[in-house]
């Protein structure tokens, strides 16, 4: 077997990996889909139907009745527009200092933010909910919010993208007597687009997606995310698993939609991020 030979078989290998995987990976969301259109009683059966015998289209409006998912929903999405946001401004500034800046013990502030991030969550979770308590902020919008407003993860991004944005830029602009704030503003920010926009998109899912961080601090029905109407809806009737499915592909929507707008700048932000020292 000549050398064109193994070469062009080694990529039908791995084309066809690829689809497996790709298969594998979409495989419990065409589930989750084919399920939220199938009676009660369909979803359990086995050997499992992929398409449903007859669309039950009702079981959207009939999940949505089962709750207030209209204010869980409204609930996401304000603070998930505003932890994005917050995220987008805060680590884009700690970015840019970390870059650009020259202060004493600059790389050590650097490291301690990377450090943050081999902690999970279980472990800062009481002392962030103390803080939030002693701030008055428990269940309120606030308490959704402020403690998500800046995520080390986004600092690292910035800071590795704006890092190879060059110097002579921000040179120029301070010989035209521009202020620091006007160089964040007008040059660095307009010149980190992909980076911002894959920070957005993975501020938006984290905070979309957040289940533990709301359950702990809202308590009144009124300020329930989403995650938490969908985990109530399962402990009332469990049973009705084509309607939680059903629930589960509205809760899915937003967030595939701000995907296929935003794929690119998200793939193009990672890349160029350079996720190196």
């Known amino acids: 077997m000549n050398k064109k030979t193994l070469i ?3 990529g039908r290998t791995i084309t066809l990996l690829t689809i497996l995987g790709i298969g594998v990976t979409l495989l419990p969301y065409f589930w989750m889909v084919s399920s939220s259109l199938k009676t009660g009683a369909e979803v359990f059966e086995l050997p499992i139907r992929w398409i449903p015998q007859e669309i039950q289209w009702a079981n959207f409006p009939a999940a949505l009745s089962r709750g207030s998912f209209g204010t869980y929903f409204a609930n ?3 603070v998930a527009v505003a932890v994005t946001a917050a995220n987008i401004l805060f680590c884009s500034l700690a970015g840019y200092g970390l870059a650009k800046f020259r202060f004493p013990m600059r790389e ?3 490291r301690f933010v990377l450090s943050t991030l081999m902690l999970p969550l279980e472990i800062v979770l009481v002392p962030t909910f103390l803080v939030v308590q002693q701030l008055g902020m428990v269940n309120s919008l606030g308490g959704l919010i402020v403690p998500l407003a800046v995520d080390a993860f986004g600092i690292f991004l910035m800071r590795q993208y704006i890092k190879d944005l060059p110097d002579s830029l921000i040179e120029a602009a301070r010989l035209d007597g521009c ?3 006007g160089i964040f503003w007008r040059i660095i920010l307009p010149n980190c687009k992909p980076a911002l ?3 957005a998109l993975l501020a938006f899912r984290d905070t979309w997606d957040q289940f533990l961080w709301p359950f702990i601090v809202a308590s009144s029905d009124a300020l329930k995310t ?3 109407g969908l985990a109530e809806m399962e402990g009332i009737d469990s049973a009705a698993y084509h309607e939680i499915m059903a629930l589960a592909v509205i809760g899915m929507i937003p967030m595939a939609i701000l995907f296929l707008f935003f794929q690119r700048a ?10 190196k020292e």
Request: glycine share 18%.
């Open 8 to 10: 062009r078989w080694g």
């Open 266 to 275: 998200f793939v193009r932000g990672i890349a160029l991020s350079g996720l």
């Open 108 to 110: 050590l502030c650097f």
């Open 76 to 78: 996401s999405g304000i």
């Open 226 to 228: 989403f995650p938490l």
């Open 197 to 199: 926009g894959a920070l």
């Open 179 to 181: 202020s620091e704030f």
